[in-house]
T-cell receptor
Framework: GNSVTQMEGPVTLSEEAFLTINCTYT??????LFWYVQYPGEGLQLLLK?????DKGSNKGFEATYRKETTSFHLEKGSVQVSDSAVYFC???????????FGQGTRLTINP | DVKVTQSSRYLVKRTGEKVFLECVQD?????MFWYRQDPGLGLRLIYF???????EKGDIPEGYSVSREKKERFSLILESASTNQTSMYLC???????????FGPGTRLTVL
Protein backbone atom coordinates (compact mmCIF):
# COMPACT_ATOMS: atom_id res chain seq x y z
CA GLY A 1 0.00 0.00 0.00
CA ASN A 2 0.91 3.66 -0.07
CA SER A 3 3.09 5.01 2.71
CA VAL A 4 5.19 8.00 3.74
CA THR A 5 8.31 7.84 5.90
CA GLN A 6 9.80 10.91 7.53
CA MET A 7 13.01 11.32 9.44
CA GLU A 8 12.48 10.79 13.12
CA GLY A 9 12.46 13.75 15.41
CA PRO A 10 12.73 15.71 17.42
CA VAL A 11 15.09 17.96 15.51
CA THR A 12 16.72 20.85 17.35
CA LEU A 13 18.66 23.56 15.53
CA SER A 14 20.04 26.98 16.24
CA GLU A 15 18.58 30.05 14.55
CA GLU A 16 19.94 30.65 11.01
CA ALA A 17 20.97 27.00 10.61
CA PHE A 18 20.19 25.04 7.42
CA LEU A 19 17.25 22.67 7.69
CA THR A 20 16.56 19.39 5.94
CA ILE A 21 13.70 17.09 6.90
CA ASN A 22 13.78 13.89 4.87
CA CYS A 23 10.64 12.36 3.39
CA THR A 24 10.38 9.28 1.19
CA TYR A 25 7.28 7.62 -0.12
CA THR A 26 5.91 4.42 -1.56
CA UNK A 27 3.08 4.72 -4.04
CA UNK A 28 1.99 3.42 -7.39
CA UNK A 29 1.76 5.80 -10.30
CA UNK A 30 2.26 9.51 -9.81
CA UNK A 31 1.06 10.78 -6.44
CA UNK A 32 0.76 14.43 -5.44
CA LEU A 33 3.05 15.35 -2.54
CA PHE A 34 2.52 17.83 0.29
CA TRP A 35 4.19 19.35 3.31
CA TYR A 36 1.92 20.52 6.13
CA VAL A 37 3.00 22.44 9.24
CA GLN A 38 1.34 22.42 12.65
CA TYR A 39 2.20 25.23 15.05
CA PRO A 40 1.65 24.62 18.77
CA GLY A 41 -2.03 24.32 19.66
CA GLU A 42 -3.23 24.73 16.07
CA GLY A 43 -4.47 22.66 13.15
CA LEU A 44 -2.45 21.78 10.07
CA GLN A 45 -1.58 24.40 7.47
CA LEU A 46 -0.53 23.60 3.94
CA LEU A 47 3.09 24.67 3.55
CA LEU A 48 3.80 23.60 -0.03
CA LYS A 49 2.94 20.98 -2.61
CA UNK A 50 4.09 19.41 -5.87
CA UNK A 51 1.93 17.48 -8.27
CA UNK A 52 4.39 15.99 -10.77
CA UNK A 53 7.95 14.81 -11.01
CA UNK A 54 10.66 17.51 -10.84
CA ASP A 55 8.16 20.12 -9.59
CA LYS A 56 9.51 22.32 -6.82
CA GLY A 57 7.10 23.58 -4.20
CA SER A 58 8.09 26.66 -2.21
CA ASN A 59 6.63 28.91 0.47
CA LYS A 60 7.94 31.07 3.35
CA GLY A 61 11.54 30.20 2.44
CA PHE A 62 10.87 26.45 2.49
CA GLU A 63 11.40 24.32 -0.61
CA ALA A 64 10.87 20.70 -1.61
CA THR A 65 11.46 18.99 -4.97
CA TYR A 66 9.46 15.99 -6.18
CA ARG A 67 12.10 13.36 -7.04
CA LYS A 68 10.51 10.42 -8.80
CA GLU A 69 13.80 8.53 -9.20
CA THR A 70 14.46 8.50 -5.46
CA THR A 71 10.78 8.66 -4.38
CA SER A 72 11.61 11.59 -2.13
CA PHE A 73 10.25 15.03 -1.22
CA HIS A 74 12.74 16.45 1.27
CA LEU A 75 11.92 19.76 2.96
CA GLU A 76 14.70 22.38 3.09
CA LYS A 77 15.17 25.91 4.37
CA GLY A 78 18.37 27.87 4.16
CA SER A 79 18.10 29.84 7.41
CA VAL A 80 15.56 28.85 10.05
CA GLN A 81 13.97 31.15 12.59
CA VAL A 82 12.58 30.56 16.06
CA SER A 83 9.09 31.02 14.58
CA ASP A 84 9.63 27.91 12.41
CA SER A 85 9.36 25.72 15.52
CA ALA A 86 6.47 23.36 14.76
CA VAL A 87 5.60 19.82 13.71
CA TYR A 88 6.05 19.13 9.99
CA PHE A 89 4.10 16.44 8.14
CA CYS A 90 4.88 14.99 4.73
CA UNK A 91 1.87 13.52 2.92
CA UNK A 92 0.76 12.11 -0.41
CA UNK A 93 -2.43 11.53 -2.36
CA UNK A 94 -2.15 8.74 -4.89
CA UNK A 95 -3.59 8.98 -8.37
CA UNK A 96 -7.35 8.62 -8.42
CA UNK A 97 -7.64 8.77 -4.64
CA UNK A 98 -9.12 11.45 -2.38
CA UNK A 99 -7.45 10.50 0.93
CA UNK A 100 -4.16 11.84 2.25
CA UNK A 101 -1.54 9.43 3.54
CA PHE A 102 0.57 11.11 6.23
CA GLY A 103 4.02 10.54 7.58
CA GLN A 104 4.38 10.39 11.33
CA GLY A 105 5.46 14.03 11.66
CA THR A 106 8.77 15.61 12.66
CA ARG A 107 8.94 18.01 15.60
CA LEU A 108 11.33 20.90 14.93
CA THR A 109 12.61 23.22 17.65
CA ILE A 110 14.70 26.28 16.81
CA ASN A 111 16.72 27.84 19.62
CA PRO A 112 17.70 31.53 19.55
CA ASP B 1 -8.64 32.27 1.62
CA VAL B 2 -10.14 28.91 2.38
CA LYS B 3 -11.76 28.84 5.78
CA VAL B 4 -12.55 25.68 7.71
CA THR B 5 -14.04 26.28 11.13
CA GLN B 6 -14.74 23.88 13.97
CA SER B 7 -17.38 24.48 16.59
CA SER B 8 -15.13 24.32 19.64
CA ARG B 9 -11.40 24.56 20.34
CA TYR B 10 -11.69 22.73 23.66
CA LEU B 11 -14.40 20.39 24.90
CA VAL B 12 -14.75 18.38 28.11
CA LYS B 13 -17.37 15.63 28.27
CA ARG B 14 -18.20 12.73 30.56
CA THR B 15 -18.11 9.04 29.73
CA GLY B 16 -21.33 7.94 28.07
CA GLU B 17 -22.35 11.36 26.80
CA LYS B 18 -23.30 11.90 23.17
CA VAL B 19 -20.86 14.36 21.60
CA PHE B 20 -21.23 16.39 18.43
CA LEU B 21 -18.26 18.00 16.70
CA GLU B 22 -19.18 20.37 13.92
CA CYS B 23 -17.12 21.48 10.94
CA VAL B 24 -18.03 24.13 8.39
CA GLN B 25 -16.16 25.13 5.23
CA ASP B 26 -16.87 28.13 3.03
CA UNK B 27 -15.21 27.11 -0.24
CA UNK B 28 -17.90 24.86 -1.74
CA UNK B 29 -15.59 21.84 -1.39
CA UNK B 30 -17.08 18.48 -2.30
CA UNK B 31 -14.88 16.44 0.07
CA MET B 32 -14.78 16.68 3.85
CA PHE B 33 -12.74 14.63 6.31
CA TRP B 34 -12.46 13.91 10.02
CA TYR B 35 -9.12 12.89 11.56
CA ARG B 36 -7.90 12.28 15.05
CA GLN B 37 -4.37 13.09 16.12
CA ASP B 38 -2.63 11.31 18.97
CA PRO B 39 0.98 11.50 20.17
CA GLY B 40 3.11 8.85 18.49
CA LEU B 41 0.28 7.80 16.14
CA GLY B 42 0.13 10.82 13.84
CA LEU B 43 -3.12 11.59 12.01
CA ARG B 44 -5.64 8.83 11.44
CA LEU B 45 -8.68 9.15 9.20
CA ILE B 46 -12.00 8.43 10.90
CA TYR B 47 -14.56 9.15 8.15
CA PHE B 48 -14.81 11.15 4.99
CA UNK B 49 -17.55 12.37 2.69
CA UNK B 50 -17.31 13.15 -1.01
CA UNK B 51 -20.82 14.53 -1.40
CA UNK B 52 -23.91 15.48 0.56
CA UNK B 53 -25.39 12.49 2.36
CA UNK B 54 -22.45 10.32 1.25
CA UNK B 55 -19.91 8.92 3.70
CA GLU B 56 -17.10 6.40 3.73
CA LYS B 57 -15.25 4.79 6.59
CA GLY B 58 -11.66 5.71 7.12
CA ASP B 59 -9.07 3.75 9.05
CA ILE B 60 -10.61 3.98 12.54
CA PRO B 61 -14.42 4.43 12.29
CA GLU B 62 -15.34 2.35 15.35
CA GLY B 63 -17.20 4.35 17.97
CA TYR B 64 -17.94 7.23 15.60
CA SER B 65 -20.59 8.23 13.08
CA VAL B 66 -20.93 11.21 10.78
CA SER B 67 -23.59 13.32 9.15
CA ARG B 68 -23.48 15.49 6.08
CA GLU B 69 -26.87 17.05 5.35
CA LYS B 70 -25.48 20.18 3.71
CA LYS B 71 -22.45 20.58 1.50
CA GLU B 72 -20.66 23.00 3.80
CA ARG B 73 -21.16 21.11 7.07
CA PHE B 74 -19.77 17.78 8.27
CA SER B 75 -20.52 16.54 11.76
CA LEU B 76 -18.69 13.91 13.76
CA ILE B 77 -20.76 12.11 16.39
CA LEU B 78 -19.56 10.10 19.34
CA GLU B 79 -22.66 8.12 20.31
CA SER B 80 -21.36 7.24 23.78
CA ALA B 81 -18.06 8.91 24.58
CA SER B 82 -15.32 6.86 26.16
CA THR B 83 -12.03 7.89 27.74
CA ASN B 84 -10.06 6.39 24.85
CA GLN B 85 -11.68 8.97 22.57
CA THR B 86 -9.80 11.76 24.33
CA SER B 87 -7.85 13.28 21.46
CA MET B 88 -7.36 16.19 19.08
CA TYR B 89 -9.94 16.08 16.26
CA LEU B 90 -9.16 17.76 12.98
CA CYS B 91 -11.56 18.49 10.14
CA UNK B 92 -10.43 19.09 6.55
CA UNK B 93 -12.02 19.78 3.18
CA UNK B 94 -11.00 19.70 -0.49
CA UNK B 95 -12.27 19.78 -4.03
CA UNK B 96 -12.41 16.54 -6.02
CA UNK B 97 -9.77 18.27 -8.10
CA UNK B 98 -7.38 19.68 -7.14
CA UNK B 99 -7.32 17.52 -4.02
CA UNK B 100 -5.37 19.76 -1.68
CA UNK B 101 -6.89 19.45 1.80
CA UNK B 102 -7.41 22.46 4.05
CA PHE B 103 -7.65 21.95 7.79
CA GLY B 104 -9.59 23.55 10.60
CA PRO B 105 -7.95 24.62 13.88
CA GLY B 106 -8.85 21.40 15.66
CA THR B 107 -10.98 20.48 18.70
CA ARG B 108 -9.21 19.09 21.72
CA LEU B 109 -11.71 16.72 23.32
CA THR B 110 -11.26 15.37 26.84
CA VAL B 111 -13.55 12.59 28.03
CA LEU B 112 -13.58 12.15 31.80
Amino acid sequence: GNSVTQMEGPVTLSEEAFLTINCTYTATGYPSLFWYVQYPGEGLQLLLKATKADDKGSNKGFEATYRKETTSFHLEKGSVQVSDSAVYFCALISQGAQKLVFGQGTRLTINP
Amino acid sequence: DVKVTQSSRYLVKRTGEKVFLECVQDMDHENMFWYRQDPGLGLRLIYFSYDVKMKEKGDIPEGYSVSREKKERFSLILESASTNQTSMYLCASSFHSPRTQYFGPGTRLTVL
